[in-house]
């Protein structure tokens, strides 16, 4: 089992910039690629970011390409996800997943991750 936990998430101005944090503890955290992914009102969750277990390769949804920035740090078993120049549309709870390292990972789909937080709330005003 692995536990996740997010923080960081608030109300911000349009423009404005949040960081989220996903602490993991259960099982050995470089061992899982991580993503994050969020959810709107009346929406399906979609995905949004991700990052491979060493922090080597990246993914992004383009919708949020280049204004949010995945890392990752093993030493304290957690994952980031900087968001800057954030717009209303981004408003949405933010989860993030683990996915256990397989050669037929996939970061972009929801199925392939084993395990998931229980989200934070994101609001941008306009």
């Known amino acids: 089992q692995v536990q996740l936990v997010e923080s960081g998430g608030g109300l911000v101005q349009a423009g404005g910039s949040l960081r989220l944090s996903c602490a993991a503890s259960?099982?050995?955290?470089?061992?899982?690629?991580m993503g994050w992914f969020r959810q709107a009102p009346g929406k399906e969750r979609e995905f949004v970011a991700a990052?491979?277990?060493?922090?080597?390769?990246?993914y992004y949804a383009d919708s949020v390409k280049g204004r949010f920035t995945i890392s990752r740090d093993n030493a304290k078993n957690t994952v980031y996800l900087q968001m800057n120049s954030l717009k209303s549309e981004d408003t949405a709870v933010y989860y993030c997943?683990?996915?256990?390292?397989?050669?037929?990972?996939?970061?972009?789909?929801?199925?392939?991750?084993?395990?998931w937080g229980q989200g934070t709330q994101v609001t941008v005003s306009s």
């Open positions: 997943a683990a996915q256990l390292f397989s050669p037929n990972w996939g970061p972009r789909f929801e199925s392939k991750y084993d395990y």
């Open positions: 259960g099982r050995t955290f470089s061992n899982y690629a």
């Open positions: 990052i491979s277990w060493r922090g080597s390769s990246t």
